[in-house]
Nanobody
Framework: QVQLVESGGGLVQPGASLRLSCAAS????????VGWFRQAPGKQREFVAG????????DYAESAKGRFTVSRDNAKITVDLQMNSLKPEDTAVYYC?????????????????WGQGTQVTVSS
């Protein structure tokens, strides 16, 4: 069993940055492909970004390209999502999820383990 915990959410103004982290307990997160998803009120959960098990492959939703960066830290104990130039439409609960797949999947049903989510609010 793997437990995932997200951290780093908060309330920021448009144009600001936030860095989310996803930590795992029970098994090292480096074993898993990790995806970041978000869900805004009244909307479906959507893929944001992901990084493969080896750390060599990444994938981004169109809305995240050029603004968000997903990475593993040097010790591979967390997977981080650096979010720059935040917009009000980025407001959502952000979840990290882990999959045994080698490569990133955009389909949330491909992920086995989920964190509890962290709220990101972008507002002036």
């Amino acid at each position: 069993q793997v437990q995932l915990v997200e951290s780093g959410g908060g309330l920021v103004q448009p144009g600001a940055s936030l860095r989310l982290s996803c930590a795992a307990s029970g098994r090292t997160i480096s074993y898993y492909t990790v995806g970041w998803f978000r869900q805004a009120p009244g909307k479906q959960r959507e893929f944001v970004a992901g990084i493969g098990r080896s750390g060599g492959s990444t994938d981004y939703a169109e809305s995240a390209k050029g603004r968000f960066t997903v990475s593993r830290d040097n010790a591979k104990i967390t997977v981080d999502l650096q979010m720059n130039s935040l917009k009000p439409e980025d407001t959502a609960v952000y979840y990290c999820a882990a999959s045994g797949r080698i490569n990133v999947a955009r389909d949330y049903t491909q992920y086995i383990y989920w964190g509890q989510g962290t709220q990101v609010t972008v507002s002036s």
